[in-house]
T-cell receptor
């Protein structure tokens, strides 16, 4: 079945540095790739997304890139801040179904 | 800003009992979803619902599960005979048709 692999499972970066999280997916029919941020005990919150007709999208300190040929997409966070600490999930799918990665715990060291 | 709401926030039930989890999606949304997340694990897709019928469902969503949109505002998930392994956080989400899905705060289901 469809599968989404996410790496790394834990990422620790110095405040101010950049963080990169990578995902690969298996279903070539996937056309929608969102990223969610989940703080402890809270709901997942959509932070950025990209569709299959776009290669890159940026929103302030956050950017996402998509390589459809290789079936992988990445989240880039620049100038990391303490409030960026959370678990980040990638997902792949369509309007009807999203398959999620296992999550990356991002730790921002002061 | 409108949000998805869910009730109850925490439900404790005994194995074998039926539970109904309730969600009120964002009012002009057309797509509705249920997900679950076992503590410390990833979010798992259960089912999507559009135009008053199920669009997709996962292997987890077996005959013990059902969904309903009984009126114009509520969207419910029923588990007929709960098992210990059904213990998880259940999230409802809704979308307006442009792919984005917005999550509710979740219902923590504990099966004893």
């Amino acid at each position: 079945g469809e599968n989404v692999e996410q790496h790394p499972s834990t990422l620790s970066v110095q405040e101010g540095d950049s963080a990169v999280i990578k995902c690969t997916y298996s279903d070539s029919a996937s056309n929608y790739f969102p990223w969610y941020k989940q703080e402890l005990g809270k709901r997942p919150q959509l932070i950025i997304d990209i569709r299959s007709n776009v290669g890159e999208k940026k929103d302030q300190r956050i950017a996402v890139t998509l390589n459809k040929t290789a079936k992988h997409f990445s989240l880039h966070i620049t100038e990391t801040q303490p409030e960026d600490s959370a678990v980040y999930f990638c997902a792949a799918g369509s309007n009807y179904q999203l398959i999620w990665g296992a999550g990356t715990k991002l730790i921002i060291k002061p | 800003e409108p949000e998805v709401t869910q009730t109850p926030s925490h439900q404790v039930t005994q194995m074998g009992q039926e539970v109904i989890l309730r969600c009120v999606p964002i009012s002009n949304h057309l797509y509705f979803y249920w997900y679950r997340q076992i503590l410390g694990q990833k979010v798992e897709f259960l089912v999507s619902f559009y135009n008053n019928e199920i669009s997709e469902k996962s292997e987890i969503f077996d005959d013990q599960f059902s969904v309903e949109r009984p009126d114009g505002s509520n969207f419910t998930l029923k588990i007929r005979s709960t098992k210990l392994e059904d213990s998880a956080m259940y999230f409802c989400a809704s979308g307006g048709g442009s792919y984005e899905q917005y999550f509710g705060p979740g219902t923590r289901l504990t099966v004893t």
